[in-house]
Each structure stands twice: as structure tokens, then as C-alpha cells.
């Protein structure tokens, strides 16, 4: 059986859902919301273990990751995964920069609950890291690796992490490198998961046809296995770039990939919801953005070209980009820049202002329809410590957004004069197009 992740859940369609919130005896948060609408519960279990807490061994905590569900406890891959379809259940691994999840959703009758938070259990507190998963998982990330060196997309993201976030931990890809994969032994692998998979380093976010009784319950019981542990320390601050940055990586592509940014905001930001507003007029917001009007709509010089922020819980990234044939790549990095210069100067109209927030909170309800959406929200909420009525005040937020506030945020915030530049494919220096911009708008 196999459950729809875009069931509607009444009553949320107008109203967001109410959090409750407490810890587990050994330290974990846990955020819960009851949707009693439908029998089934999802419960997502978020470690602050993303590729930013490598340490050094790049990769290393996705490969943890990527191994929990592959042997724990009593039982290895195969005999895990037929536990969980066995009822109906499903099983979910990842991680990000950040963060770093296991997550089920299972249906409420006892039997199906039972062996679904069991498993649960056994996979964050007790994985087998078995040699032979290892290396079988270590070849299959290893197959990725080699095929992201051969597409231009991959290529120039990775790049432009490490142009914009320097020596900070966001500047890795959470995957590693094909040598730092290489290099990653069992010993790190334990190593890493006693280190993070603890308690207080732990979220639980759970929604479903639970009481707060059963939630708690549930929190204690996927918990129980953890060790107290200790919270990882705060990440260092990301620093500002000092100059703009140019690179090419040249590509035998019929078309250049571009990637353009600098750091942006954090989770929890003041700006948050202003720039947020801003951007989707900006490039946000699809074939109707300032963006994709220049770009495409005038020129032609793309199909589609986007922005948007990326809030971590130090400061994220700010990226545009676009694919254009290589003969026009120098033309439309001119024009992406100039945009965003004209934008920043000048700010949206009162008229764009309107549609971004009258597109924004209409869409909003659909965000939150269903239980996979809100369980989501609820590990974000709880692992940046935002506030527990940010669902309910989201829309009023939103429309309180004023016009002079994008532009003065943006132009706080943003300078297009420091931007990390990549180009991926048939090179045309980029250094000659920056001189040609910057000659062409002193006029």
C-alpha cells in the first residue's frame, strides 16, 4: 500500500496547523501537529549532521547517512525494507548542507505502527555499518561523483559553493570528492554517527492521527536508542566576498551554463521575508519575473532563467543562473546583471509588488496540505529555532512587505559588484563582458 504524499488535509486550507512542542527525556525536541483527518502518521527524525559537520573528511556524513538504512539492528537491507512495505509503511534517508533526516510514515493501526517505529528506532541508534554495505555504497557514490564530473549543471554549482563560501563548511559538496569517498574508512563512518546521531543534537517532528499522549509515546520510543549526547557547536559565520569573482570551466557543450551568486540570508533572518518577497519578482517567480522578462521574453537569449535565496542556519547562498547557446553567454550574463542593478536601484512597482504577494499567499495553502508537507515545515521550524506561529503568521508577513523595504533590503544586502561568476561550456571571457557592463552603465 502506498500512500499519496499530496492527500488533502480539511480544514488546513484556510487556517495553519497549531504546534505543540516539548523534549524527549534524553533531550530531543520535538515538534507535534494532530491531523486527525486521515489514519496514518509521519515522524521525521532531523540530526544537525549535514556535510557541514564533515570535519574535515569531506563526504563523510552523507555516507552515514546513506548506510542507516542498510543493515540496523536485527535485520540487513533487504530484511528492513520488507518490514516496512510489509505494512503498508515507507522509509525515507538524506541529508543537505545542514541537516541530515530519516523519516516514515506508516498508518495508525497498532500492528503497522508497531513495527514501523521499531525499525525507526533501530536505524538512527543502531546501524550494522557492515564492510560489505560500505563498500557497496561506497561504489555507488562513487558512480555519481564520476557522472556529476561529466555534466556541466553539477560542475558549475559545486563550483560556485566553493568560489562564494571559501573556507567555510558550505563550500563542500555534501556528496565529497571522488578521493575523499575514496579515503573514508569504517572507523570514520562510526565515528561520525556516534558523534551526531544523539539526542540533543536531534528534532522530531511528527504529525498525524496521533494524540499528544500517543506523540509522545512515538518521540520516546524512535528515541529511546540515542545517547544524550551534546549538541554540535554553532557553525562560524559566513564571510562577505571582497571582490567579484570570474571563473570558466571550459565544456564541449552547445550550451554555457551560468552560475551566478554571493552570500544571501540565513534561517531566521530579519530580511527574511522581504528579500523573499523581492526575489519572486525578481526571478522567483517563473516565466513572469523581471528575470525571465529581460532575458527571455525580450532577447531570447534562454528558455528560462531564475534566482532565489537559500537560507541555512548561517548565511545561504543567493543564486541566479540560465543555459544559453555559448555565443550568447556573454550577452546574457550582461543582461542578468544589469537587471539585478536596475532592480536594486529602483525597486519593484507598487503593481509587481501586489501580484508577488497576491501569487505568494495563494499558493500558500497548497504548501501545507498535507502530512508529508507539514512534517516538513515542522523539522525546518524546530532545527532553526523558528518561532511555532511562523505557519500562521506566514501570509500576514508576506503582505505586510513594503516596496520602499525590498529595495532598501536588497540594497543592504545584495552587490552586484561582488558576484561570483561561473560559466560552464565554450568559453568567451567573462572579464571582457564585466568590462564592457560596467563601461556601458557609467554612460
Known sequence: MVFCSGLLLAGWATAAPQIETWQTAN??????????????????IVFDAGSARDGGKQGVTSFTNSLLSEGAGDWNAYQIAERIEGVGAQLETGSLRDMAWVSVRSLTESKALSTTLETLAAVVAE??????????????????????????????????????????????????????????TRKDIVATHKRLYVAKNAQVAIVG??????????????TSGLEPGQAVPKLPPVRPLQAAVDEQIPFPSTQSHLYIGQPGMRRGDPDYF????????????????????????????????YSFFLPMRQIGLFQMGLQTKNDQAGEALQVVRETLKRFIREGPTEKELEAAKQNITGGFPLRIASNGKIVEYLAVIGFYDLPLDYLDSFTDKVTAVTREQVQDAFQRRIDPDRLVRVQVGRITPLAQVSKQSDADSSK
Open 127 to 184: 546501524p550494522r555499518f557492515a564492510d560489505e554495505d560500505i563498500e557497496r555504497q561506497r561504489q555507488s557514490i562513487l558512480a555519481g561523483l564520476v557522472q556529476d564530473e561529466q555534466s556541466p549543471g553539477s560542475l558549475g554549482k559545486k563550483r560556485l559553493y566553493q568560489l562564494v563560501f571559501g573556507d567555510h563548511p558550505y563550500a563542500g559538496d555534501p556528496g565529497g570528492s571522488i578521493e575523499s569517498v575514496k579515503a573514508i
Open 274 to 305: 522581504t528579500l523573499y518577497v523581492g526575489n519572486h519578482i525578481l526571478g522567483g517567480s517563473g516565466l513572469v519575473s523581471l528575470l525571465s522578462h529581460e532575458v527571455r521574453q525580450k532577447r531570447g537569449l534562454s528558455y528560462s532563467v
Open 209 to 222: 492521527a496521533v494524540s499528544r499522549q500517543q506523540a509522545e509515546s512515538i518521540a520516546d520510543r524512535v
Open 27 to 44: 533531550g530531543a525536541k520535538v515538534l507535534y501537529v494532530e491531523a486527525p483527518e486521515i489514519e496514518m502518521v509521519d515522524v521525521r
